[in-house]
């Protein structure tokens, strides 16, 4: 995670790429099939790397500039989410945040809060501040 955070690329330069499906041509093997596949990921691979590291960067900009100390704070699905709420586990161990309180909206983004040390509560249970 730490390489990623210390990556930077523009939204621009972040292309999606389709990963090619392999093809069974003529009387070819799956064993080729699947090899020649295997090289094909590697690009794929790099292309993901490049979409993980644009999704961080908006992840981060998103807590930077919306998620204040002391806030209610949803917690949505997907990877863009599960990068936001990685990095909003950072801003509180460093202390820049506090008093989150998370509400998840499924399992996993429920357990990627509790390993990134937000305390998690449901909707129900979740008090909004009226100002």
Do not use: H, W
């Amino acid at each position: 995670m730490d390489a990623v955070a210390g990556a930077s690329v523009s939204s621009s330069s972040a292309r999606l790429r389709p990963c090619p499906r392999p093809r069974r041509i003529g009387n070819v093997a799956p064993a080729t099939v699947r090899r020649r596949s295997r090289r094909r990921a590697v690009t794929c691979a790099a292309a993901a790397d490049a979409d993980v590291v644009g999704l961080f960067d908006a992840a981060k900009l998103t807590v930077d500039r919306f998620v204040e100390s002391g806030m209610v704070v949803g917690l949505g699905s997907g990877p863009a989410s599960g990068l936001a709420i990685q990095y909003l586990g950072t801003r509180l161990r460093r202390g820049s945040l506090t008093g989150i309180l998370g509400i998840p909206s499924s399992t996993i983004s429920a357990s990627e809060a509790v390993k990134a040390g937000i305390q998690v509560s449901s909707y129900e249970e979740g008090t909004q501040r009226t100002q």
